[in-house]
């Protein structure tokens, strides 16, 4: 059973760092891509950083330098370490997963993902 929930959002100030997690199960053999997504209410969702199983990762030009996307292969986790936060990061941020391989599109344009986590509120202040 496919299974993803996210943890770790909360309320920062402008300049703060927040680590996401998110623990997937269910992708027990077989390549995979994770990705990190999210949503302000009435926006379109932005796909902001993946990470494929050979330790690939890509990044939204909006992110890029401020987070990283790692994992935790023993637990499983995905993370998402977020750095420098500005208001505009403020969204409903998913973890996303899907079975993968590498002639495949695993980057932050791609929405194509059957798996979803229920999401974290990250509020950044000015």
């Known amino acids: 059973q496919i299974y993803l929930e996210e943890s770790g959002g909360g309320s920062v100030q402008a300049g703060g760092s927040l680590r996401l997690s998110c623990i997937y199960s269910g992708y027990t053999a077989g390549r995979y891509c994770l990705g990190w997504f999210r949503q302000v209410p009435g926006k379109e969702r932005e796909g902001i950083a993946t990470?494929?199983?050979?330790?690939?990762?890509t990044y939204a030009d909006s992110v890029k330098g401020r987070f990283t996307a790692s994992q935790d292969n023993a637990k499983p986790t995905l993370y998402l370490s977020m750095n420098n936060l500005k208001p505009e990061d403020t969204a409903m941020y998913y973890c996303?997963?899907?079975?993968?391989?590498?002639?495949?599109?695993?980057?932050?344009?791609?929405?194509?993902?059957?798996?979803w986590g229920q999401g974290t509120q990250v509020t950044v202040s000015s």
């Open positions: 990470l494929n199983s050979y330790g690939s990762t």
């Open positions: 996303a997963a899907k079975y993968w391989k590498s002639s495949l599109n695993c980057d932050t344009g791609d929405h194509d993902f059957p798996d």
